[in-house]
């Protein structure tokens, strides 16, 4: 999703029933959440509280709630000094103290990469498609053999973040359906990260859960082109992707047409319409989806609904994005002025604004 403070014109009509149950023994093996923002907050002073209204740590209280995985973000350069090499080495120290597996989310920029924006690092502007696929390669060995190192190896990677029409623009910009720019770049941070550890699971992540013909298109077109992947990664939110029956549809389509694993490494739903900072919220609807209203029961209705879909449709996982972003000075969106810029999301956390976990949800094997 696009990660700006941007209204919404207008919303899609959605259907928020759980598809029928079939048969998948493995069920949900990546239950995650992505919890970019945590690190920032807990230096600000953020306290964290469970259901029952006792202070804890946040990785155990989310691991109390049923998640086994952590997703970071990595920026190469950020203003911000955020979600950078260091930042991401010392979160990924206290996931894993935590017991959780690790995703190490590469978006190849010094800031948010979406499928409007695919910015590349300053440090490689100028560069050919040669020298970037060469930039992609030692960037992403180099990230992950310290994670390595320190005994943080990632469990997942992702090459790219919701690369609809590619990344590292506009260099690895699909343009005329030409994929081929973009499986060098791919296959660059897929050989980097098995030469690291060949453990590591490489997804490929685009937003693209609501369109199954630009589904196709991608996918198609990197296969195509040569592209290697281990998981198929979707972005689903309700409001912008249409209805839990057609996210079904693309799960078990894709999970056949590539014969790779699915996973929706995004998801959310809003557990209230109030603002807590001086930016507007992102979604503002007190019913954004077939009436299922912005309060704790109907956070947890819409991600439960989520999961069950994506489980009886084949998927391996589900993370919600951004549990932990409570409303809190200092931790804005923008890499340029994280100090002044704002939430525009902490109604979307599974968190409320004084840092107490919503009660009603979980995350589902």
Partial sequence: MRKLPLVVAALLAVTLSPTPAQAHPQGLTMRGADVSTLQRSVELGQKFYDARG???????????????????????????????????????????????????????SDTWADPGKQFIPKAW???????????????????????????????SVQIGNE?????????????????????????????????????????????????????????????????????????YYCM?????????????????????????????????TENYDHLENIMLSAAPCDGIPATQQGQAQAFTAVQDTARSAGAIGVFYWEPTWTCIAGNGWDTEDIENSGNAWENMATFDDNGKINPYVRWRR
């Fill in 54 to 108: 006792r202070r804890a740590n946040p990785y155990e209280i989310l691991e109390d709630a049923g998640v086994n995985y952590v997703r970071l973000r990595i920026w190469n350069d950020p203003t911000s000094g955020y979600s950078n090499k260091e930042k991401v080495l010392k979160q990924a120290r206290a996931a894993r103290a935590a017991g959780h597996k690790l995703l190490i989310d590469f978006h190849y």
């Fill in 125 to 155: 502007e100028g560069h050919s498609l040669e020298q970037l696929q060469q930039d992609v390669y030692d960037y992403t060995y180099g990230i992950c053999t310290s994670l390595k190192r320190q005994g943080t190896t990632p469990d």
């Fill in 163 to 235: 690369i609809n029409v590619g990344m590292l623009w506009p260099t690895g910009y699909v343009n005329n359906s030409d994929f081929t720019p973009l499986a060098g770049l791919l296959n660059a941070g897929y050989d980097a990260t098995k030469a690291c550890s060949r453990r590591t699971q490489v997804m490929v992540h685009t937003a693209l859960a609501g369109n199954i013909d630009a589904a196709h298109w991608f996918y198609d077109g990197i296969t195509a082109a040569g592209a290697k992947w281990d998981i198929t990664a979707l972005s």
């Fill in 240 to 272: 912008w992707h249409g209805s839990l029956a057609n996210l079904s549809t693309v799960i078990g389509d894709v999970k056949t047409r590539y014969g790779k694993p699915v996973v929706i490494a995004e998801t959310a739903y809003p557990y209230t």
